[in-house]
């Protein structure tokens, strides 16, 4: 019986970083397949039907961060972007527009390995302690199905990316209860944070949630901010229960 190989699909117009990678990520398992610029990355993409993107954000054609738009209007496929050292604000632009994490240039190849191996658990990752045995959530319109990984809001689906519903269903699995920044990013992206702008991937993945699941996401109701430590969901009542 043939193993499957997961598949990563490695953007960036410099030569040299696509030959590193495809040989590391090769050595360690996965199946690559490489791009040189956001053209050639949509069609490669649609080709090759990747497990997960790395996406440099500088190329010629087409940014990554065009990439990444045109990504999400179609599927949830798993996307760590590589950015310059500079600016963090161009780090953040990609979180907002779907990128799951960011390795920041020049960077350490065991360190994407780490990234790329926590994203994809994380993606596919079951099981959860504190979800019911169902597998279930109602919470007013909205329903969590952890076992299929879906949410509905009334009759309509609505679509996360596999670490926006890694995050919400850490969250709801010890609703009522805070977690902070620094123990979601463990968590979840499964690294400790070793500079302050690191916690803004969790502050980026809670506005993208709460512009999804929230009548208004200004004045949230399900994920609530906690002052001073970061961020809980509402404590959820078991059948039968009252404040």
Aim: hydrophobic share 40%; with cysteine; proline share 5%.
């Amino acid at each position: 019986m043939e193993i499957h190989k997961e598949k990563i699909l490695v953007v960036d117009d410099e030569a040299s970083i696509r030959r590193i990678l495809e040989t590391r990520l090769s050595m360690i398992g996965y199946d690559v397949v490489t791009a040189a610029d956001g053209e050639e990355a949509l069609d490669t993409f649609h080709k090759a039907d990747p497990d997960l993107v790395v996406l440099d954000v500088m190329m010629p054609k087409l940014d990554g961060y065009g990439v990444c738009q045109e990504l999400r209007k179609e599927s949830d496929i798993p996307i760590i972007m590589l950015t310059a050292l500079g600016d963090v604000a161009d780090r953040i632009t990609g979180l907002e527009l779907g990128a799951d994490d960011y390795v920041v240039k020049p960077f350490s190849p065991k360190e994407l390995e780490a990234r790329i191996r926590s994203v994809l658990r994380r993606a596919d990752k079951n099981g959860t302690p504190g979800i019911p045995s169902s597998g279930v959530i109602h919470i007013g319109l909205i329903r969590i199905d952890t076992n299929k990984r879906q949410v509905y809001k009334g009759d309509e689906r609505i679509r996360l990316t596999g670490m926006e519903f890694s995050l919400l269903e850490l969250l709801v699995s010890r609703s009522g209860e805070p977690f902070s920044r620094s123990e979601i990013l463990q968590e979840v992206w499964g690294y400790t944070p070793e500079r302050h702008v690191d916690t803004r991937v969790v502050d980026v993945h809670i506005s993208r949630l709460r512009a999804k699941l929230e009548d208004d996401p200004s004045n949230p109701e399900l994920i609530l901010t906690a002052r001073g430590t970061g961020y809980l969901f509402q404590r959820i009542l078991e059948s039968g229960e009252k404040f």
